[in-house]
């Protein structure tokens, strides 16, 4: 493809010179000459039409051959009919716009991508690694997960990981597009492309290089050069109604006239070589401004299919919900204190990496608990998590399992909550009931309030793995109506199947099992990158698990249509007009073709605004 375009740079500089020289024989030296019975003047332009005409248009029969019927075909014709009239610098004319459109093009997708060009430049190629008290720099591809990096003052973060030692700031608006400086301390994460601030801070690598979020957008420049969306193929659809409407407009000025010259001006008018280059300059900006709000594109696809959906499918846990339960309620049982069973249980828990872990020991450190060493660990399916601590055996279970195990103990539970729960046998006896809330994302209830008015969602609908219960708390809290518990991931693909059928369907989710449905959905969006298979199944990433992020997803979709559709119909409109003045003889070839080439130079000028930030890109 470089090939291709650098060859028709060349020819439409060459073009340029020879229109130059072109314009100084005839004018400036007044050259009256003939050579081989053309006039002096006339011969950098017949050089033109066959150095460069020729080639162009056997491409074009090229194409005709193997189906691929196009607006271009308007400018071989017109590059013809000019050799056959004489008229040579029209047809010269045409000749710098088919060159000038490649060209035109890298300029306009070089435009569109800058943002992401200009995140490349920006990416170290080493990392200070810091190994049993050294420092030394290592190449990037070097770096493992785990390992210890040293991120000096005012330089980029090589990859994503977590504070281990000092205090400071980081710049990440590179990255998420909001223009603040962002605190970090031990525990803290950091993305791969902040720029740090003004102290020295140690982190801990939690992603490779090439799978930290930096690399991430990178790959999204790479793969949205090499895709050719759905609307594109719209484009062409569309060139195909206009030839022959061109075609017919030509011949009826022929016929109506009797002068073959005005067939070869409402051509020329015609020739929109590089009008539909606006539509994938469109697509690869809406890529790069998605890209700086945290938003991967996979499937350049989707930017057009979104709009088009009128069901929303959502998952739960992580994506109505933060994913992070909480401890909201301890119940002990008769002869146990709170914070005593708090604080064996955590003892224990410090060893297991069930969901429900991190909650219990955020409690025990919010409570001032004091924790000790377990023993004796073990956490075997169907079990629960059992160990010993301060000589103490500690169970914890949940009610079916202690109902069958031990039916006896039952009978001290208290009644069901609405939410998540487990239950805790302490040296054999019923010690406490502990109660959890996923709690729903803050924004959740007024993003899917306005689903059906702003983006015409007909149908929203939950569905999750977890019990009725829980499920249908979530829904009460963000008003949805048509709720599904208790779903396996086979249950969830059969129900985004059965409703992708019906009408096309967006599904969000985060999760492992929520693979197939993303697959299965008309547009599958994924939350995070807590799973490769999540993120591989999806048209889309949002990176930063945000309803606010999906919605400004929608609004990029929407705009990036109609500014696509607004630069193909409002330049072939204005093509339109500049015919029938050809064909009623107003505008002869060589004045049409200037115009044709800065009407399409304000169609892609239009595409290019799409890659500009607008005040706002969400209503939720």
């Not at 193997?66 to 014709?77: E, N, T, V, W, Y």
């Not at 017109?78 to 056959?84: C, D, E, G, K, L």
């Not at 093009?105 to 990392?127: G, T």
């Not at 200037?594 to 000028?605: C, F, H, R």
Request: charge should be neutral; charged fraction near 20%; proline fraction near 5%.
């Amino acid at each position: 493809m470089a090939v291709t375009s650098r060859k028709h740079a060349i020819i439409a500089v060459l073009t340029v010179a020879a229109i130059g020289v072109h314009i100084l024989l005839r004018f400036a030296f007044e050259a009256t000459g003939e050579v081989c019975g053309q006039p002096l003047f006339q011969l950098p332009l017949l050089a033109i039409l066959v150095v460069g005409g020729v080639p162009l248009v056997l491409d074009l029969v090229f194409k005709l051959i193997k189906g691929q019927f196009g607006s271009d075909l308007l400018a071989g014709i017109s590059i013809v009919t000019s050799a056959v009239l004489g008229e040579y610098l029209a047809g010269a004319l045409v000749v710098l716009m088919l060159s000038g459109g490649e060209a035109l093009e890298a300029y306009a997708v070089r435009s569109a991508s800058s943002v992401l060009e200009a995140l490349a430049r920006r990416m170290p190629s080493l990392a200070h690694r810091k190994l049993d008290g050294t420092i030394a720099d290592v190449p990037l591809d070097e770096v493992v997960v785990g390992g210890t990096l040293v991120v000096f003052p005012h330089e980029i973060c090589p990859v994503d990981g977590t504070v281990v030692e000092g205090h400071g700031v980081m710049d990440e608006s590179y990255l998420t597009g909001e223009p603040y400086k962002m605190s970090k301390a031990p525990g803290s994460e950091v993305l791969s492309g902040s720029i740090n601030g003004e102290t020295v801070l140690t982190i801990r690598a939690g992603k490779l290089a090439l799978d930290s979020r930096y690399a991430k957008i990178m790959q999204v420049m790479r793969a949205s050069e090499q895709h050719r969306p759905r609307l594109r193929r719209l484009g062409d659809q569309l060139g195909a109604l206009y030839t022959p409407l061109a075609v017919a407009i030509a011949l009826g000025a022929w016929a109506a006239s009797g002068e073959a010259i005005r067939f070869l001006a409402v051509l020329v008018v015609a020739t929109p070589c590089p009008l539909l280059i606006a539509i994938p300059v469109a697509v690869i900006g809406s890529i790069s401004l998605a890209a700086r709000r945290g938003i991967i594109i996979k499937d350049p696809a989707v930017l057009e299919k979104i709009d088009t959906c009128r069901t929303a499918i959502f998952d739960k846990t992580g994506t109505l919900t933060y994913g992070q339960p909480r401890l909201t309620e301890l119940i002990p049982g008769p002869g146990f204190a709170r914070d005593d069973v708090l604080a064996l249980v955590a003892s224990l828990e410090c060893y297991s990496k069930h969901p429900l872990s991190s909650a219990i020991l955020q409690a025990a450190h919010q409570a001032g608990v004091p924790l000790q060493g377990a023993t004796a660990i073990s956490e075997r399916p169907g079990e629960g998590l059992r160990g010993t601590v301060a000589g103490r055996s500690i169970q914890v279970t949940s009610r079916n399992q202690l109902t069958t195990q031990h039916p006896e103990l039952a009978t001290d539970l208290p009644a069901a909550g609405s939410g998540l729960e487990c239950v805790i046998v302490i040296d054999g006896r019923y010690a406490a009931t502990f109660h959890f809330r996923d709690e729903p994302r803050a924004e959740g209830a007024s993003f899917i309030h306005h689903l059906r008015p702003k983006h015409r969602f007909n149908r929203v609908l939950l569905v999750s793995g977890d019990r009725e219960s829980e499920v249908r708390y979530l829904a009460d809290q963000v008003g949805i109506e048509e709720v599904y518990f208790s779903q396996s991931p086979e249950d969830k693909l059969e129900l985004v199947r059965k409703e992708t059928k019906q009408r096309n369907t967006v599904f969000l989710g985060d999760g492992i099992n929520d693979g197939p449905a993303l697959t299965a959905a008309t547009v599958g969006i994924a939350f995070g990158q807590h799973s490769d298979i999540t993120a591989e199944a999806a048209g889309a990433v949002i990176l930063e698990s945000s309803l606010q992020r999906v919605d400004e997803f929608f609004h990029l979709s929407r705009r990036m249509r109609s500014i696509a559709l607004q630069s193909a119909v409002g330049g072939m409109a204005l093509s339109l007009i500049g015919m029938l003045l050809a064909a009623a003889g107003y505008l002869p070839p060589v004045a049409g073709a200037i115009a044709q080439e800065i009407i399409d130079v304000l169609a892609v000028l239009n595409a290019l605004r799409v890659a500009i930030p607008p005040k706002s890109l969400s209503d939720c």
